[in-house]
């Protein structure tokens, strides 16, 4: 097979802009993170018993798929292995599966796979390959913890060769075409073995991306996972990121963790991030029965809505041409147009103002007017001061509970004052 050159690999990437993050694991059954193992020092005997006690009925990987897809959503990134270190797939490297080990007995990437392909969306695995809590050869930190391991008996190697690598192989080989490897937490790995791993994952998917978190060196990888949650400030550095995030506090479900962002924010924050050059990769936690939380649900409904009005504004787009944030929202754009996301909060009495665009606008418009009727404005430059400002003549009321977008039709190849 070719290897595509680089640009080409990442460009279905680039384009899509937001992906479904799933957090899945035997976890789930106790309702408390994906660290409970960890936080709750549960030794691995107890904790291998959830596997009987895993059986998620609800479990449909079209419904899955659909919410992803209803949601705008482009790419799926699902937890193959967490930390705990329990395959949520068929492996034949260890019985420590989902197939093997739990009355389940069925392997729900399999079903993934297939839905995925049948809808277009790109699907993706996480792997924790180097914290591994079940695994006695794994590395990571066991302060204070009352696990049975003995940290000075720990054979890395035996772990990295007898159980990361070969999961790779599998889930490289028996899943068709994955967008992405998501590796995370890579403390302690030499660079030397991460880029053994990139390696691997190249010779098994030469078009499958890699994430930065597979190296805790700088610069390793296609593109920056940020920190999880973290969105960089404009113009921060030129690499392209993704930004982990999650709608509540915890990635795995919990009960308890009822501090969910609104909808209006998850908006905010993904245009924000999308005026960047960035990607969110917004994660669900479902349930033990297999279900995806009604609070994530509804979110993702509503954020969809807004993507069928506005996507033209936000797929495929180029990041904001200006070097600072702007008080009233974000902007993308593309080919011949810029577009302003105004937030609701922030929307104008009568004129919205913007400065040092030096196109001509050819025409102006509220995105979600079927009709675009124009939108009147002016525009000045002052050659004293050699400032150019648009002043547009908006309506009294925001178009959109959320986000308004303004398109801006403008001749010319982009061309402002920085
Ligand atoms: O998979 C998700 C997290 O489980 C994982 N990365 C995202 C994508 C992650 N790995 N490490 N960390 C996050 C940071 C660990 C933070 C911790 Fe704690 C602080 C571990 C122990 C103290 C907070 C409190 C989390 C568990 C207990």
Redesign the pocket.
Same mark, same amino acid.
């Given at each position: 097979m070719e290897v595509m050159n680089c640009k080409h690999k990442m460009k279905w990437w680039k384009d899509a802009k937001f992906g479904m993050?799933i957090?899945w694991g035997l976890y789930a059954v106790l309702k408390k993170?994906?660290?409970v193992m960890? =936080?709750s020092k549960i030794p691995v005997h107890k904790y291998e018993k959830l596997a009987r006690k895993f059986n998620p009925i609800k479990f449909d990987a079209k419904q899955w798929v659909r919410i992803a897809k209803n949601a705008g959503m482009k790419y799926i990134v699902i !937890?193959a292995k967490?930390?705990e270190g329990f395959a949520m797939f068929q492996s034949k490297t260890s019985p420590y599966n989902i197939v093997d080990a739990t009355p389940f007995n069925s392997d729900p990437l399999k079903e993934l796979a297939e839905e995925c392909q049948k809808e277009g969306i790109k699907l993706c695995f996480?792997y =924790?390959h180097v914290?591994d809590w079940h695994h006695p050869d794994s590395l990571h930190d066991r302060a204070n913890n009352t696990w049975d391991y003995e940290l000075d008996k720990k054979d890395f190697y035996k772990y990295w060769n007898g159980l990361a690598k070969p999961q790779i192989k599998e889930l490289l080989t028996e899943y068709g075409p994955i967008g992405l490897m998501w590796f995370? !937490?890579a403390g302690g790995l030499s660079k030397e073995d991460s880029e053994e791993m990139v390696q691997l994952v190249r010779s098994l998917q030469p078009d499958c991306l890699i994430n930065s978190r597979v190296s805790h060196c700088p610069g390793m990888g296609d593109y920056q996972s940020k920190g999880?949650n973290e969105i960089p400030m404009l113009g921060q550095d030129a690499r392209e990121f993704e930004t982990?995030m999650t709608m509540n506090q915890s990635?795995?479900y919990s009960d308890k963790d009822q501090v969910w962002k609104t909808t209006a924010s998850l908006l905010r924050k993904l245009v924000n991030i999308v005026s960047k050059g960035g990607n969110l990769l917004l994660?669900v936690g479902p349930t033990p029965d297999g279900e995806i939380p009604g609070q994530s649900v509804e979110r993702l409904a509503e954020i969809g809505e807004w993507l069928d009005i506005n996507g033209e504004a936000f797929y495929g787009t180029s990041p904001c041409p200006y070097p600072y944030e702007l008080e009233w929202g974000s902007i993308t754009m593309k080919s011949g147009y810029l577009y302003l996301h105004v937030y609701s909060e922030y929307w104008p009495q009568a004129n919205l103002q913007l400065y040092g665009l030096r196109n001509k606008i050819l025409k102006a418009y509220i995105l979600s007017d079927p009709n675009k009727a124009s939108l009147e404005f002016i525009q000045t430059y002052d050659s004293e001061t050699n400032h150019y400002s648009l002043s547009i003549e908006v309506p009294n009321i925001a178009p959109d509970k959320n986000i308004a977008v303004i398109a801006l039709k403008i001749d010319g190849e982009i061309d402002v004052d920085e």
């Open positions: 993050f957090h993170g994906e660290w960890y =936080s !937890t967490h930390h996480y =924790s914290i995370d !937490t999880d982990p990635w795995g994660n």
